[in-house]
Every structure is written in C-alpha cells, then in structure tokens.
C-alpha cells in the first residue's frame, strides 16, 4: 500500500524559506511521477509542481524560479524547496503518487496522499 508523509511546513515571513520532505512507501520515487499540490482556505486543490521518472519537473506558473521539486532515490523521498515565500503560498501542503494504472500525463493522475503540512507566510 502506498503512503506518503509529509514534513517541513511551518510559519515564516514574506521572502523566507521551507523545504518540505514526503517520505513514501510502497512506490519506487524515481517510477514514473511524484508530485505537490497545495490547497489554500476557501480554494480548490492545484498542483504546485510535479516530477518525472528522469527527474524533469513542471511547475505552476506562480512558483516558477521560487521553488524546486526534488528526489533523493536512497532515500525514497522527494522535497519541496520554497524560496521567496509570499503570503499568496500559504496553504496545506499534499504530496501525491498514481494509481497502478493511471498515466501520469492524465488530469487526475494522483491517486494516492499524504495527510498535508502546513505553511503560512505572514507579510
């Protein structure tokens, strides 16, 4: 069964910095895609960034140049590096992976999530 865990989050100021960590289990990270996703109050679930099986990544518009994806294979990790925090980033944080038989190029390829890490960025 895949599980993922994620840490990391917290309280900073506008233009400080967080590195999220997802632990997972039960999936191979550097398999296909891994991805994050952020949810704000009172907004939907959008994907922040996700990355590939040879370790290529996308991003939303609004954290290109102020986050990077990443994945430490030894330790079947990924992260999320967030520089130049704004308080617009504030939101629960998800870590996902995909189904056994979902593409990762599909819409709702995430499947499987952890249960989220909090950040909030005061200006």
């Known amino acids: 069964q895949v599980q993922l865990v994620e840490s990391g989050g917290g309280s900073v100021q506008a233009g400080g910095s967080l590195r999220l960590s997802c632990a997972v289990s039960?999936?191979?990270?550097?398999?296909?895609?891994l991805g994050w996703f952020r949810q704000a109050p009172g907004k939907g679930r959008e994907t922040v960034a996700k990355?590939?099986?040879?370790?290529?990544?996308d991003y939303t518009d609004s954290v290109k140049g102020r986050f990077t994806i990443s994945q430490d294979n030894a330790k079947n990790t990924i992260f999320l590096q967030m520089n130049s925090l704004k308080p617009e980033d504030t939101a629960m944080y998800y870590c996902?992976?995909?189904?056994?038989?979902?593409?990762?190029?599909?819409?709702?390829?995430?499947?499987?999530w952890g249960r989220g890490t909090q950040v909030t960025v005061s200006s």
């Open positions: 996902a992976a995909p189904g056994p038989h979902t593409s990762c190029r599909s819409n709702d390829w995430a499947q499987y």
């Open positions: 990355i590939w099986s040879d370790g290529t990544a």
């Open positions: 039960g999936y191979t990270v550097s398999r296909r895609c």
